[in-house]
């Protein structure tokens, strides 16, 4: 059985302040359109868990998922969208820096990239940002089922050599297809202790 086997949606909020306390939780953050919802509906094994955006940057709250236990998967709003006003850009980053700045239970960031387009300036800033406050996190390129089977490791690589890391250390998946995600959603359960 799946240890998200109870997975439910919670509740969305703009403001971090208004999450509550959890046990322990698991953000999911990335550029917009990476497929961070496909993605967390497949580690979660359901279809419409995590509503699939068809424009991209629409989905501009904190989405809160129930594991049980008071254990959380949390969507946070995807980042450079290029539509909006500047104002609307500031406020988004200061949502996603105050949730990552005020969560004592966040255990892991999950940070998405997508493979076929590669790690941008704006993953490796996030990257970045997350290392010098010690927030730990784990990358994630997705869409690996877009690229050819000779060009996989040159991509992966790539991804690596942008956010200076080892190639092992990125998982590599496509969440349409299913490649990965198992091994990702038990990185992540392990993580939150899940049975
Ligand atoms: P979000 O904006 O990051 O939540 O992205 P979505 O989950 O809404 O996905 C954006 C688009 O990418 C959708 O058209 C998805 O069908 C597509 N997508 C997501 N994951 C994959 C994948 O693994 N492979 C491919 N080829 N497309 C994907």
Redesign the pocket.
């Known amino acids: 059985m799946s240890r998200f086997r109870d997975a439910s949606y919670l509740k969305s909020v703009y403001n971090p302040t208004e999450l509550g306390e959890s046990v322990a939780e698991v953000a999911f953050v ?12 497949a580690v979660c094994g359901r279809k419409e868990l ?5 424009t ?4 501009r709250t904190i989405n809160v998922f129930h594991l049980g236990r008071n254990k959380w998967l949390v969507d946070l709003p ?1 980042y450079g969208f290029a539509a909006g006003p500047k104002d609307d850009m500031r406020k988004f980053k200061m949502m996603l820096e105050g949730y990552l700045l005020s969560r004592p239970t966040l255990r892991l960031v999950v940070m ?1 990239v997508d493979g ?1 387009v590669g790690a941008t300036n704006l993953d490796a800033g996030m990257a970045i940002w997350l290392q010098r406050r010690d927030i730990p996190y784990m990358v994630v390129a ?5 690229i050819s089977a000779s060009k996989q490791n040159d991509s992966r690589r790539g991804v690596a050599n942008r956010l200076g890391m080892d190639i092992e250390e990125v998982r590599w ?5 299913g490649t990965g995600v198992s091994a990702l959603a038990n990185e992540i359960a392990d993580i939150l202790e899940l049975t």
Do not use: H, P, Y
Not at 173 to 177: G, R
């Open positions: 990335g550029r917009s359109n990476v497929g961070k919802s496909t993605v967390l509906n995590a509503k699939t955006s068809q991209s940057g629409r989905t995807g998405l076929n997705n869409k690996c089922d877009k998946i496509s969440a349409e297809k």
